[in-house]
């Protein structure tokens, strides 16, 4: 059973970087779809970044593109999202998930979706000030 813990979060002013981190464990196969999304108060969670495992395909949000990367490190299990030039915007509370046995071609079409997700992290928290 897959579990996943978020880590990173924090408060930074506008501009800004932070790097979120997502330790991922019990998972062993090749076929899943990892993403990362985000809610703010009042609002509904939205898919920020995915990313398919098996060949490192990524995918963005219009509204984080060219400013948030995902990436994995298969040897630790970690899943991360760099994000620069924070926005006040951005303040979320941000989530890690996975999929499980997800194509790559799902990943593309519905990697942003968080019904193509059954595993869940707590959450971290980054708030950006203007």
């Known amino acids: 059973q897959v579990h996943l813990v978020e880590s990173g979060g924090g408060s930074v002013q506008a501009g800004g970087s932070l790097r979120l981190s997502c330790a991922a464990s019990?998972?062993?196969?090749?076929?899943?779809?990892m993403g990362w999304f985000r809610q703010a108060p009042g609002k509904e969670r939205e898919g920020v970044a995915s990313i398919y495992i098996g060949d490192r395909s990524t995918y963005y949000a219009n509204s984080v593109k060219g400013r948030f990367t995902i990436s994995q490190d298969n040897a630790k299990n970690i899943l991360y999202l760099q994000m620069n030039s924070l926005k006040p915007e951005d303040t979320a509370m941000y989530y890690c998930?996975?999929?499980?046995?997800?194509?790559?071609?799902?990943?593309?079409?519905?990697?942003?979706?968080?019904?193509?997700?059954?595993?869940w992290g707590q959450g971290t928290q980054v708030t950006v000030s203007s």
């Open positions: 998930a996975a999929g499980e046995g997800a194509s790559g071609h799902n990943c593309a079409v519905y990697g942003l979706r968080d019904a193509s997700y059954n595993r």
């Open positions: 019990g998972y062993t196969y090749r076929n899943y779809c």
